[in-house]
């Protein structure tokens, strides 16, 4: 049977991994929509090779390149937001949000109001627009897969269970580059050191986030909009291999864990399969080789993200917004060289305390909420 | 919704924590059938205190103590191996099957032949009787539950996949108290050192087999009948602290581990529950107090009973009935100081090399084979 599939955000890394897996079993899937952000060139390099329907650069002034790139291809192109959200709209058995930020928002709610199955890559579509992104889901009838490894962990773990029945839902984290530095080290960390990951290969902005736990504070955030169990009963527990992704304890004394490589294969091959199960190159777990695996309890003192990020899901409404623009205009500042390690949380912290628009209802206002803490948070950097 | 329940062994380690469940939300079951084999006045007293319907001992010559400890109380009282099976055979939503030995076969094969929800906790009716007991489950429509807690972590990680998606299944052995110790100090083990068990309090029969990890290997049997992947699909991992009690990894990477106390109560609470999940009152899961989980290959040149397990499981027929009775001829015998822990092992390859009987078509043959069996391991212990 041959299943079709939308692509939001085909050139980047999830979206590489996702073509990855497909490019495996070519002839059980039919690609419907690929998106990108500008990158032309490759975009109707996949395209080409996936046989898409259609191709779709965010950047409106990218679209000559891709037509020119398409030009015989029989492959339709499109430019803009409004073209993102068409494609995004199109019939697809499932759609693979992977595009970064908020320009993501509008497509994968397209997706979500169509009823679609929503395999969800982007962040912000639960950290800021939790609240206006799940009522869409309920609404439509859409289902949302979590690509993330964490959630997606969580996510397998309670495959066949209600969640009346779960005692606690525990995130692992790495603890990131700093998880054994001392006070006084991370207040001279420096973005070379940040951007460095023991286990994940990834951007700089995500390793920083990492590096401070702001990353875990944000998983927590969209665990509790994708499982519903209440706030208190979200853990966090710091596990330096990455090799448990997270686990659910039920009432009755058992833990499920997923493990797995570090690999984003794995959870994107979940979805992808999801009730089924597909095979991926992903090498076998051999613990006996692995040897050991450590936890520990995390330091919200050293690493005060997730304390925050939780203050941020209880207060709810537009404070995780407001949260997580301000962390990124921290990072930002961070890497350029503005600020120190230590002052991203405080800034978060300051922002959070001083800012506090209405909840969002719709995700105009998710994203203007966005826009304005970015331009407030910015305006504290230069206050300082 | 009240439910009944018949156990099988009730004043055993097993019917003891059952009934310490169901004692904790009593409103919600209904004792059917407890049975013994001769402790009358223990069995007459869980059997006032649960309102049983009936009350069985096996041993005939204990009905006359029963009788009177259960005079006015309205319960029927019942003896001998006929009234097992029939108490067996009377319906009830669930039967925990935890009869140690052969002579649970019989009256676990009745509840089968009823097409019940059987939880078993009976080694014999898995390594000595697995094809028949399998042909009977399949024929009559039965559910069989594993209460063994590796067993019981790999049906909860198998929850909502199918077979065909396995890459491997991971049975975790703590390694037994020896699990240090080289070939020399292995040689001149002590009944007494056999018997330390470091994670589970156990008796002294089973106990040994941690020891020489002929448990484990009696597992791979078991879990070869349960879940039918293939036996090259199966493996082994050393994991001294007994948290991560088994796991199953599917062919996209994803492994899925069950974690949890060193409690019975969690895994037969799995069962009483199933699909939903009960209360215990077991303590949460704190893998940060753990601190960490070990894994090593098991040895098979210093503990080869896993390895000649393998070997009956892949030869099948009336092989592991073999094994299964030589070893505990072998157990008896070292715990009586009449050999060597190493000649246990050697006892067992030895019986199965040499004794290869007709695989057996009924339970009756399965009886034989063990008996037969024993017979000529003492035999063989004898001429040592």
New interface residues.
Partial sequence: MTRTITILGATGSIGASTLDLIRRERGKWRVVALTANCQAEELARLAREFSAEVAVVADEASLPALREALAGSGITSAGGAEALVEAAARPADITLAAIVGCAGLAPTMAAIEQGRTVALANKEALVSAGDVMLAAVRKHGATLLPVDSEHNAIF??L????YE?V??I?LTASGGPFRDWDAEQLAAATPAQAIKHPNWDMGAKISVDSATMFNKGLELIEAHHLFPVGLEKLRI???PQSV?HS?V?????????????S?M???I??CL?W??????P????D??A????????PDEVRFPATRLCRQAAEAGGAVPAVLNAANEVAVAAFLGGQVSFTRIAVMVETMISRYEPAAPASLDDVIAVDAEARVLARELLELA
Avoid at 275 to 280: H, I, S, W
């Fill in positions: 397998q773990c495959a066949g269970n209600s029945h005692r606690s525990t527990v710091v596990h448990v686990m304890e039920y009432r009755d004394g058992s833990t499920l864990a997923q493990l797995g490589p690999d294969r794995v959870p091959a979940s399969a009730p089924e199960r597909m095979e991926t992903c090498a076998p777990l613990l006996a692995l040897g050991e695996l450590t936890f520990r309890a």
